[in-house]
C-alpha cells in the first residue's frame, strides 16, 4: 500500500494540451480572424474558421494578463473569457510580446478585438483584474 501510494505520488501527472493545432502567425501586423472555439484560460484562447482544431490558432492576448489558472481565482478569470468571448468572431492582429517575440509558449500574442472592441478591455469591464505573469 505504501509502495502504491509513493509511486502515485511521484508519477508525472498528465497534461491537458490544448485542442488548437493551426498555423500561428508569425509576423507583427498579421491579421487573423475566427470564431472562438476554445478557452484555455483567462487570457488564452483559439481561435478557428471551422470545427477542425487543426485550423485552430492558439491565441495570448497582448492586452490583458489574468492570473494562471492554478491560481485562486484562476477558473472564474477563464470563465468570464468564456462568457465574452466564446463562439464569437473575433479578430486579431498578431504582434510583438515584451520579448521581441511574436510567438511565446507556442502561442501568438495578439490584440484581439471583439465587435470592435478591445477584449482586455471588455474583461476590465466585466469585473476582470489583471495579475499573471
Partial sequence: MILLAALLLFTPA??????????????????????VRYIGDGDSLCVGPGTNPATWIEVRL???DAPELHSPTGRA??????RIVQGQVMTCVAVRGRNGRVIVY????GACRLNGVRVGDLLREAGGREGGH
Fill in 14 to 35: 498528465i497534461a491537458h494540451a490544448d485542442p488548437c493545432e493551426g498555423r500561428l502567425p508569425a509576423r507583427a501586423g498579421e491579421t487573423f480572424f475566427g470564431v
Fill in 62 to 64: 497582448s492586452d490583458f
Fill in 77 to 82: 478569470d477563464r470563465d468570464r473569457l468564456a
Fill in 106 to 109: 507556442d502561442r501568438v500574442i
